[in-house]
């Protein structure tokens, strides 16, 4: 008799839950279609969310600070509010079941212009202010209670369990269903979910071939039974990487004849059967080339390939 094959683990499912909804595990950031680089003309922006719409996507990611300050500071009123006006008004316009759909959105964090025109970020997480923009971004989706609300970020100059604390008065408020937390390491999970309970349903951290979740927060994410979100699945467009680190993921694609973003996305949903990854677009294409990754298997020995551990 031959030698046993080895069956393959089994492959995680393309859909799952997160704050109350059962949904495809690619979803769609709209950071790109917001801040700098982003379409001069919104209506492509918002054509952009209907195409992922209509292509599968049923969760949007957006943010209270993705908005361009007009001149340095933070931004006047005008400036703000521009991510979370465009996903309210494509889902207005969208023709397909909106009850379907997820939508977060992140509090904590501005936007900042310098005097020589470099936008930047700044941390504001201190709990009036957080709770304050919370309000507001429920105003500006056009929502009684916002699905999912993350903290953008842990202020250094708060303590984390007073933003923790923050988060947990807006979902006994009913301002937030449910919330998540975001850039953070294995400690600030701890202090959240301590704080939270189940509350607390998801943690948002950059995970790409480019950054590699150093802290293990996924495996964190994993012992929680939390959801993990990773931003930046593509590696980001707004600081540079070492292309390099795509080779691997370039050469997988060229033997299933596809784009090597469609490869890395479907190599991170193999990852952890509650990832949900978010990438960016501009343009229809894009987004309809990403959401194809559902729909793309790779085999355990890609899988193990792309994750460093094997050669071929």
Same mark, same amino acid.
């Given at each position: 008799m031959?030698?046993?094959? &080895?069956?393959?683990?089994?492959?995680?499912? %393309?859909v799952a839950?997160l704050a109350?909804?059962? !949904?495809?595990?690619?979803g769609?950031?709209t950071?790109?279609?917001?801040? /700098?680089?982003?379409p001069?003309?919104r209506?492509?922006?918002i054509?952009?969310?209907?195409?992922?719409?209509?292509?599968?996507?049923?969760y949007?990611?957006?943010a209270?600070?993705?908005?361009l300050?007009?001149?340095? =500071?933070?931004?006047?009123?005008d400036?703000?509010?521009?991510?979370?006006?465009l996903?309210r008004?494509?889902?207005?316009?969208?023709?397909?079941?909106?009850?379907?759909?997820?939508?977060?959105?992140?509090?904590g964090?501005?936007?900042?212009?310098?005097s020589? =025109?470099?936008y930047?970020?700044?941390?504001?997480a201190r709990? /009036?202010?957080?709770?304050a923009n919370?309000?507001?971004?429920?105003?500006?989706?056009?929502?009684?209670a916002?699905d999912l609300?993350y903290?953008h970020?842990n202020?250094?100059q708060?303590?984390y369990e007073? %933003?923790?604390?923050?988060?947990? *008065?807006?979902?006994? /408020? =009913?301002? &937030?269903?449910?919330?998540?937390?975001?850039? !953070?390491?294995?400690?600030?999970?701890?202090?959240?979910h301590?704080i939270?309970?189940s509350?607390?349903?998801?943690?948002q951290? %950059?995970f790409?071939p480019?950054?590699?979740d150093?802290?293990?927060t996924?495996?964190?994410?994993?012992?929680?039974? @939390?959801?993990?979100?990773?931003?930046?699945?593509l590696?980001g467009?707004?600081?540079p990487?070492?292309?390099h @680190?795509f080779?691997?993921?370039?050469e997988?694609?060229?033997?299933?004849?596809?784009?090597?973003q469609?490869?890395?996305?479907?190599?991170?949903?193999? %990852?952890?059967?509650?990832?949900?990854?978010?990438p960016?677009?501009r343009?229809?294409h894009? !987004?309809?080339?990403?959401f194809q990754?559902?729909d793309?298997?790779?085999? *355990?020995g890609?899988?193990?390939?792309?994750? =460093?551990n094997?050669a071929?």
């Amino acid at each position: 008799m031959g030698d046993a094959v &080895a069956a393959e683990p089994p492959y995680p499912s %393309q859909v799952a839950e997160l704050a109350g909804f059962s !949904i495809p595990r690619l979803g769609m950031g709209t950071m790109a279609l917001a801040i /700098e680089g982003r379409p001069a003309d919104r209506e492509q922006a918002i054509m952009t969310i209907h195409a992922a719409l209509d292509a599968g996507v049923r969760y949007l990611d957006t943010a209270w600070s993705y908005y361009l300050p007009s001149k340095p =500071g933070t931004g006047e009123p005008d400036d703000m509010g521009y991510g979370e006006y465009l996903v309210r008004d494509a889902l207005a316009s969208w023709n397909g079941p909106r009850d379907e759909v997820l939508v977060a959105t992140k509090t904590g964090w501005l936007r900042t212009l310098d005097s020589e =025109g470099n936008y930047g970020w700044q941390a504001d997480a201190r709990p /009036e202010t957080m709770i304050a923009n919370a309000k507001e971004s429920a105003l500006r989706l056009g929502v009684d209670a916002i699905d999912l609300l993350y903290s953008h970020c842990n202020d250094p100059q708060v303590p984390y369990e007073d %933003q923790m604390g923050a988060l947990k *008065q807006l979902v006994d /408020e =009913g301002v &937030a269903k449910t919330v998540g937390i975001s850039r !953070i390491g294995n400690a600030d999970i701890a202090t959240a979910h301590r704080i939270l309970g189940s509350r607390l349903v998801a943690v948002q951290n %950059q995970f790409s071939p480019v950054h590699r979740d150093p802290e293990h927060t996924m495996a964190t994410c994993s012992k929680l039974g @939390l959801a993990f979100v990773c931003w930046s699945p593509l590696g980001g467009f707004l600081d540079p990487f070492n292309e390099h @680190l795509f080779d691997r993921f370039r050469e997988i694609a060229a033997a299933h004849d596809c784009s090597y973003q469609r490869i890395t996305l479907a190599w991170e949903l193999a %990852q952890y059967p509650y990832l949900f990854t978010i990438p960016s677009a501009r343009n229809p294409h894009e !987004i309809e080339d990403s959401f194809q990754a559902v729909d793309l298997r790779l085999s *355990q020995g890609e899988i193990e390939y792309l994750n =460093g551990n094997a050669a071929r």
